[in-house]
C-alpha cells in the first residue's frame, strides 16, 4: 500500500519561510500529477498547489497554483524520488493549516479537485505566527 509521508512544516513567524516535502513509499506509485492542500482551522480544505509528472495532456513539469499564492509558493518534484516539494515565502497567519500532499495516479480530470487524487498524506501542521 502505497503511503505518502509529509515533512518540513513547524512554526515560523510571519514573513518567514518553510519547505515542505512529501515523500512516497510503501509500492509503485504510478504518478499522473502530486499535489498539495491544506486545511485551516474551521475551514474546508483548499488546493493550494499541483505539479503534472508524465502520462497525462500536460507536458511533465507543470505546474498550477490557487490565484492567492502565486509568486510566494512553488512545488517541485523529483521524478526518481517520488517527491514533491513546496516552498513557501513570505508567510503570513492565514497561511496557518495542516497541509497535505497527495497523489493522483490516473490522468483526467482538474487537478485543482480532491476526488481526482488516490493517496493522501497524513498532514503537516504549519503555524505562522503574528
Known amino acids: 500500500q502505497v503511503q505518502l509521508v509529509e515533512s518540513g512544516g513547524g512554526l515560523v513567524q510571519a514573513g518567514g519561510s518553510l519547505r515542505l516535502s512529501c515523500a512516497a513509499s510503501?509500492?509503485?506509485?504510478?504518478?499522473?500529477?502530486m499535489g498539495w492542500f491544506r486545511q485551516a482551522p474551521g475551514k474546508e480544505r483548499e488546493f493550494v498547489a499541483a505539479?503534472?509528472?508524465?502520462?497525462?495532456?500536460?507536458?511533465?513539469?507543470?505546474?498550477v497554483y490557487a490565484d492567492s499564492l502565486k509568486g510566494r509558493f512553488t512545488i517541485s518534484r523529483d521524478n526518481a524520488r517520488n517527491t514533491v516539494a513546496l516552498q513557501m515565502n513570505s508567510l503570513t497567519p492565514e497561511a496557518t493549516a495542516v497541509y497535505y500532499c497527495?497523489?493522483?495516479?490516473?490522468?483526467?480530470?482538474?487537478?485543482?479537485?480532491?476526488?481526482?487524487?488516490?493517496?493522501w498524506g497524513q498532514g503537516t501542521q504549519v503555524t505562522v505566527s503574528s
Open positions: 505539479i503534472s509528472w508524465s502520462g497525462g495532456r500536460w507536458s511533465a513539469g507543470t505546474t
Open positions: 497527495a497523489a493522483k495516479t490516473f490522468p483526467g480530470g482538474t487537478v485543482v479537485a480532491e476526488p481526482v487524487y488516490t493517496y
Open positions: 510503501g509500492g509503485t506509485l504510478t504518478t499522473n500529477a
